[in-house]
């Protein structure tokens, strides 16, 4: 048994049994606001979360090699810090070694991902960061706020977890609570690194197996990440308002009508709910635009035709 393991093991002890509480997608507090292109502002904290809670994992198999793709984030870790080198080590052996990444690592691992994602500019951002905690013990426990609990504002994922999207203490918040996915929550093992840290050894950690919230864990440990950034993002038009424009951007350009055809036809397919459908459209839509640039259509317009394709196609999740 791991270090985890043990420090939720003494956790469900003291609760008894473990009752799950699956939250259903859609039941969000109205904090969240789904910010499209994998993004969700909580209005209240005034941050901006990305909705895959499991981040890492998904960058690393859509990588399709994530032994490299570990190496990348420590070659741009290099100095990152004083006193500790940054090593393949750091990530789960599995995340290194089999390909088959399962999105666990240490604390130093978790900084240089999410120093990874800032010299990336993940989503067009570069202040991504680790959840932060009370840097205090009264931080610990389960923070819902009764009797001698720590109330939500002890952490920003306590906040996320009790007070947006309604986790009971004692209860698992479910793997796609709310505007989330991937949320790792099915275990004694489920628990996420925050950036705050009781130096020089611990940092703190939350669990939305159970709701609860610890300190007592190596900076060499393992366990998930979650990333947040501070303020909101800019929330695009509908879907159906973005095609709607982009018709009328391509409605007597280029050869015919084959654009504007490709546009109605991706409209058809979003309005009959068929995504798949819908990015194949766009995907040749973009295909034709850059075969035509600067034959039929002009320079200038061909940048803005694809990059109104491409925020279409993220704000639907076309991979």
């Given at each position: 048994?791991?270090?985890?393991?043990?420090?939720?093991?003494?956790?469900?002890?003291?609760?008894?049994?473990?009752?799950?509480?699956?939250?259903?997608?859609?039941?969000?507090?109205?904090?969240l606001?789904?910010?499209?292109?994998?993004?969700?502002?909580?209005?209240?904290?005034?941050?901006?979360?990305?909705?895959?809670?499991?981040?890492?994992?998904?960058?690393?198999?859509?990588?399709?090699?994530?032994?490299?793709?570990?190496n990348?984030?420590?070659?741009?870790?290099?100095?990152?810090?004083?006193?500790?080198?940054?090593?393949?080590?750091?990530?789960?052996?599995?995340?290194?070694?089999?390909?088959?990444?399962?999105?666990?690592?240490?604390?130093?691992?978790?900084?240089?991902?999410?120093?990874?994602?800032?010299?990336?500019?993940f989503?067009?951002?570069?202040?991504?960061?680790?959840?932060t905690?009370?840097?205090?013990?009264?931080?610990?426990?389960?923070?819902?706020?009764?009797?001698?609990?720590?109330?939500?504002?002890?952490?920003?994922?306590?906040?996320?977890?009790?007070?947006?999207?309604?986790?009971?203490?004692?209860?698992?918040?479910?793997?796609?609570?709310?505007?989330?996915?991937?949320?790792?929550?099915?275990?004694?093992n489920?628990?996420?690194?925050?950036?705050?840290?009781?130096?020089?050894?611990?940092?703190?950690?939350?669990?939305?197996?159970?709701?609860?919230?610890?300190?007592?864990?190596?900076?060499n440990?393992?366990a998930?990440?979650?990333?947040?950034?501070?303020?909101?993002?800019?929330?695009?038009?509908?879907?159906?308002?973005?095609?709607?424009?982009?018709?009328?951007?391509?409605?007597?350009?280029?050869?015919?009508?084959?654009?504007?055809?490709?546009?109605e036809?991706?409209?058809?397919?979003?309005?009959?709910?068929?995504?798949?459908?819908?990015?194949?459209?766009?995907?040749?839509f973009v295909?034709?635009?850059?075969?035509?640039?600067?034959?039929?259509?002009?320079?200038?317009?061909?940048?803005?035709?694809?990059?109104?394709?491409?925020?279409?196609?993220?704000?639907?999740?076309?991979?």
């Amino acid at each position: 048994m791991n270090a985890i393991s043990k420090w939720m093991m003494v956790v469900a002890l003291l609760l008894g049994p473990v009752v799950a509480l699956v939250v259903a997608p859609g039941e969000v507090n109205a904090a969240l606001v789904n910010a499209s292109n994998g993004l969700i502002n909580d209005t209240t904290q005034n941050l901006t979360w990305v909705s895959d809670a499991n981040l890492f994992q998904t960058q690393a198999i859509q990588s399709g090699d994530a032994t490299a793709f570990v190496n990348t984030i420590v070659s741009d870790a290099s100095g990152l810090f004083t006193g500790y080198v940054v090593t393949a080590g750091d990530f789960s052996i599995s995340n290194v070694l089999t390909n088959n990444p399962n999105g666990v690592m240490d604390w130093w691992a978790a900084q240089a991902w999410v120093h990874y994602l800032n010299v990336t500019n993940f989503k067009g951002y570069s202040n991504w960061r680790l959840p932060t905690t009370v840097q205090s013990l009264s931080s610990i426990g389960f923070p819902d706020g009764i009797g001698s609990d720590p109330g939500p504002s002890s952490s920003e994922m306590a906040h996320l977890f009790y007070t947006d999207l309604g986790q009971v203490a004692g209860s698992s918040v479910g793997s796609n609570p709310g505007l989330f996915i991937n949320v790792q929550a099915s275990s004694s093992n489920s628990a996420y690194w925050s950036g705050t840290t009781l130096e020089p050894y611990n940092a703190f950690l939350f669990s939305p197996w159970n709701g609860y919230q610890g300190n007592s864990f190596s900076l060499n440990g393992i366990a998930y990440a979650m990333v947040v950034r501070d303020g909101q993002v800019p929330i695009p038009p509908p879907v159906s308002q973005q095609l709607a424009a982009l018709l009328k951007e391509v409605t007597g350009v280029g050869p015919g009508k084959s654009l504007a055809n490709k546009v109605e036809l991706a409209q058809t397919y979003y309005a009959a709910k068929d995504v798949q459908a819908t990015c194949a459209m766009l995907t040749a839509f973009v295909n034709e635009v850059e075969a035509q640039a600067g034959k039929k259509i002009g320079n200038t317009l061909d940048a803005k035709l694809i990059a109104d394709a491409n925020a279409i196609e993220d704000a639907i999740g076309c991979q």
